[in-house]
């Protein structure tokens, strides 16, 4: 087998064009292969890398920008297999082969102890077993001072060195080539490079392409002369180093960890889209109440609106609404089931609490529960500093017999001593679906003033007796949003630094631990 190296089509200047200044760079441009391409029928990226002795990757990158043009070239692809030197071949070129460095190494004179040369040259083992057969060294097994080698030629030629230095670049007899191979000091490689022409609309002068569509470009109008580069959509991105928590989730695992060290389960809250009927309806929240307009809240509208609810409780919420019952005169309206019906973006997790606490009524036999959630809400919200269009919500909820406003209160201190907030305050509120309502407060050391942390109540009759709870169960809830205390904890005062396109994401990368009872 003759390997056939591809020289380049021109007649090439070797090595020298390295020596000359204008090459010692380590590139070439794709200026520099138009000007190349213009005076040739065609260039070869391998044969260009190795007459101007550059980096072939370089080359090859630098013709897919001209492809990127248009039709300034064609491009062809080559492939070729190639023999290319290890990295002990190279070493042998640079420092001549293992038999002759071993040959080198023994004294002309006296010859020397095989055990030292053994000792001192690297691969002796086979420069040895080399020179040996190749008849350049004697042994004398029964020397003083054990086995001892003697030069037993003047001069020798190392072929080896000699051969290796063609590789790639002249033919070298196979037999050698497969002697090299088994040494391992060459490889079989398979080039690929592209053979490039001249296009249809081939020039020298290539304007560099823009990569931004800049604000001044569409204003002034002077995009439409421009060239654009192409998105590469192949490309990698650079890949991150290693993912990292949000605040909002370490908070989040660790007020997770709170509810269940205090017993609670959590509820599944994997629906983002409600019915106005879960949201509010069987809230007991009259259809009319200004949250159900679409000022406060996102209307889905496709598709628009539920069919499929409990159709028994569905009356029976229609009546409450309408008349009242369970001792109530209810609000005195028309209840409409098309109000009802409309799909939106559910506005508080509550709506997931109203389904658990309707799935309890169903059962044969009460049992009580303790339930959390912490997920995601929306509401459309005017933004600023502190509020989003979206946000989480923590919420609790226990149902037992006959709890009292008292156990309302003993539960919220235990659990917001666990996140570390212990002087609380309760001020009466407002909320369709509970009576009573509080608003919880604590005192911030920090801000020196009493803040909101979290709202409450005692669920009203209307809504958990048309859901078939017993009359003496009694449902207890309170929520919270989660960004409040994320940004107390890590220092954040505008919410659009925490949630959002304008995260920093070094100060997720950097952001520390969350404890909540430091
Ligand atoms: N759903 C209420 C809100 O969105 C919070 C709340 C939950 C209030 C449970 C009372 C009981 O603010």
Redo the contacts with the bound molecule.
Sequence with gaps: MRVKPRGPKQPRGSNKAVTTPKMAKTELSAEEIVKLLEGRETVDSYDLSQEFNKDHQQIIGAIKSLSSLGDVIVTEQRQFEQWVLTDEGSEVVRGGSHEARVYHAVDPQHGSLQADIMKSVPNAKIGFSKAMSGGWLSIDKKAEGGPRLHRKVKTIEDTVQALLMKIGKEEVASDQLKEFKKRKLINNDVIKCLIVRKGRDFTTQIAKQDVNLTPEMIQSGSWKDKSFKEYNFDALGVPPSTGHLHPLLKVRTEIRKIFLEMGFTEMPTNNFIESSFWNFDALFQPQQHPARDAHDTFFIKDPPSSRDFPTDYLERVKKTHESGGYGSIGYQYDWKLEEAQKNILRT?T?AVSARMLYKIGQQEKFTPVKYFSIDRVFRNETLDATHLAEFH?I?GVVADYNLTLGDLIGVLNAFFRKMGITQLRFKPAY?PY?EP?MEVFSYHEGLKKWVEVG???VFRPEMLLPMGLPEDVTVI???LSLERPTMIKYGISNIRELVGHKVNLEMVHNNPLCRLDA
Excluded: D, I, K
């Design positions: 508080h509550t919500q919420e909320n509970t309502s709202n409450s109540g809830a309170w929520g």
